[in-house]
Every structure is written in C-alpha cells, then in structure tokens.
C-alpha cells in the first residue's frame, strides 16, 4: 500500500492499479505524467495505491479470492470505507469489490475497465477468445505454475513503439529529439521493460472467468463465497473510457452503466481523445478529464441526496 497522502483525516482514495503486466508506476510515471499528482492537485489529499507484488514461486496459487481479500485488508487498514478508483485490470477487480462489500465504497471510479466483455471488440478481447484455453494453460506450465512477465511482453506488441508513438502516447510538448522528451522517453521504456509474474491461478481464473464467460457481466461470478449482482450495487460511479483504447473497447466499460443498480442521476461518463496507457499517463487526459474526476469524488455523497424531481 503506497501512501502518498498530505493529511491524516477525510474519505481517503484508493487507486486500484491492474495486476496484470506491468507495475503500479502506471499511475505514477514522472512528472507531467503522473495520475497520483494529477489527483492531489485537484484536492485529494488522502491518496493511496495498491502496488501489487510479482508472483513467487510460493505465491503460484493464489486467485482472485485471494486478491479480493487483500484489497479488504487495505480497506479496512484505511478506516473501512474509501473511494476506489479501479485501473485497467484493476476496475474489474475494484468493481468485484464494491459489489462484495457495498458499504465500504463510497463512490467507485472505473479507467478503461473491461466488465462485459461481450460488449465489443478489443484487440485484447479477441485474442482471447480466438485463443484455446490450453494455450494458455500451456503459458502457466512454461513458467511452472506462474506467467512469467518478461516472456510474454512481446504478445503485447509494445516492444516495437517508436519515438514518436511513446510521444502520442504521453502527450508531451516536448518535441522528439529533445533531451527532455529523451529522458522522459527513457522513463517510460524502463517502466515498460519491467513486469511482473503472476501467480498461474489467478491468471487461468482471469482467463476463463471474465474473458471465456463473462461472469462478471452475466452475473454467474462469486466472489469470496457470494454470487455478485451488480444490479444490487448503489454506489456513485464514474466511468473514463479511452476512445481509441487497443486493449479495453469504451463499451466494455460503458456497460457497466446497465448492469449496476445505481440510479442514473448518480453515474457519470466521459470518452478521452487517446488509446489505452494515455487514459493514466498522457499529460492532457490528466489535466483535462481527472481533475473533473476528482472534483465529484469531493461532492457529497449523491445517495445522501434526495431523490430527483421527475
């Protein structure tokens, strides 16, 4: 749990970075490019982020459950009731959550997200489902019971980024060819080239669970011993969609609007002009659209509000 609150009272914020392939930085890159400055900036001031651990080999069993459980560990460390902004791989895991315990997410913040995956298209989304489950299999023998980070980067087609497209990526005005953008540059591909293992449990049940059958969107998922309705949930959402993301189509995310209980007048949405990673690190998706995030995250609670006026 990585603290980088500047006071010790309020509703703190925690960031639910993806434990997917690369580490939590994600939300913290560099200067300019960080959603962790970007948020406290705009008033947040009690923030946290989970930082989770590449796999061991003891840790090669672990699943979801386990994850799940450590998430309310954390909470429950910060007082027992947050407002949780899940990223990437990290929002199907904070949205699981927040459905489990209801009453210790304030309001709930879901950044390029996969919930329903039968909602469109990603590239993503389809290799998984064009792939047989013993491929997959097969990555978690070759890494004796866990995936080995390093072994399967090339899958992502990251590797081959030129200059110019890490530029895009960041939204810097710093020109290529500049030492500025080079050491920014430089930073990026440092964070890029180190992953993280994940235990093989978790990554067949991630697998087969939300990318095969789509438990979570057709309410067939259990968590932690309980069968997770969505339609039950209440909570405020916030919904930040990447328009040109190559890894989570927008309505894999925007489902989430009809699958939850929450009323209307208490969710928000926003498309940002940039693919996947842009929706954390590029500079003006953080000085454009997260400030207005963190803004509503201030308001009251809307389930404390009064109902709305037909």
Request: charged share 20%; with cysteine; glycine share 8%.
């Amino acid at each position: 749990l990585r603290d980088f609150s500047t006071v010790k009272d309020g509703v703190p914020t925690l960031l639910c970075a993806p434990f997917a392939l690369h580490g939590a930085a994600v939300a913290d890159l560099a200067p300019g490019h960080s959603l962790v400055v970007a948020l406290r900036d705009a008033g947040l001031r009690r923030l946290f982020v989970t930082d989770w651990r590449s796999a061991t080999m003891e840790m090669r069993f672990l699943g979801i459950d386990d994850y799940l459980a450590d998430l309310n560990v954390l909470v429950d460390q910060l007082g027992g009731s947050v407002d949780l902004v899940g990223l990437c791989q990290g929002g199907w895991l904070a949205l699981l959550y927040a459905a489990r315990f209801p009453a210790k997410v304030r309001k709930l913040v879901l950044a390029g997200a996969p919930i329903d995956i039968a909602a469109g298209q990603s590239a993503l989304s389809a290799l998984a489902d064009a792939s047989p489950l013993a491929l997959f299999h097969e990555l978690v023998t070759l890494g004796d019971g866990r995936v080995l980070g390093h072994k399967v980067l090339k899958f992502w087609g990251s590797e081959t980024l030129d200059s110019r497209e890490i530029h895009q990526l960041l939204q810097t005005p710093e020109p290529v060819g500049s030492p500025a953008f080079a050491a920014l540059e430089a930073i990026f591909r440092d964070w890029h080239a180190w992953t993280v293992d994940l235990p093989g449990t978790y990554y067949l049940e991630v697998i087969e669970k939300l990318y095969k059958r789509n438990e979570i969107a057709t309410g067939q998922f259990i968590a932690l011993g309980e069968p997770i309705d969505l339609a039950t949930m209440r909570a405020p959402i916030f919904l930040l969609a990447a328009r040109d993301d190559e890894l989570v189509a927008p309505a894999q995310l925007f489902a989430t609007e009809r699958l939850v209980g929450t009323p209307a007048r208490a969710i928000r949405k926003a498309t940002a002009p940039c693919g996947h990673a842009g929706v954390f690190m590029g500079r003006a998706i953080l000085r454009d659209y997260w400030p207005r995030i963190a803004r509503w995250m201030i308001e009251p609670d809307s389930r404390s509000l009064a109902p709305a006026a037909a």
